[in-house]
């Protein structure tokens, strides 16, 4: 089982930048990818960018020229770097991972706690 614990939030005011960091631990076989959502008071969690392995990843199109997502595989750890944060950014950020625990074996999902983003002024 993987667990992912983020770290990072915090209060930061418009124009403001955060890194935002998930490290996995447990026992697995591969993890196939790590992203980043969030959860907006009143809204349904949304995607913000993934990493989908070999130096790729996706992007929501709000978040487009301003996030960055990165991933070091010794520490495995998938790192958010958000800059231009705006007050709609506020929310709650979660990690997640796509794992496996053998070779073809099936894809589970991991999700850390979450940490709170405020942008505000």
């Known amino acids: 089982q993987v667990q992912l614990v983020e770290s990072g939030g915090g209060l930061v005011q418009p124009g403001g930048s955060l890194r935002l960091s998930c490290a996995a631990s447990g026992i697995w076989f591969s993890i196939n990818g790590m992203g980043w959502y969030r959860q907006a008071p009143r809204k349904q969690r949304e995607l913000v960018a993934v990493h989908i392995g070999a130096g790729g990843a996706n992007y929501a199109d709000a978040v487009k020229g301003r996030f960055n997502i990165s991933r070091d595989n010794a520490k495995n750890t998938v790192y958010l770097q958000m800059n231009s944060l705006k007050t709609e950014d506020t929310a709650v950020y979660y990690c997640?991972?796509?794992?496996?625990?053998?070779?073809?074996?099936?894809?589970?999902?991991?999700w850390g706690q979450g940490t709170q983003v405020t942008v505000s002024s």
């Open positions: 997640n991972a796509l794992y496996s625990r053998s070779r073809g074996g099936i894809t589970y999902i991991a």
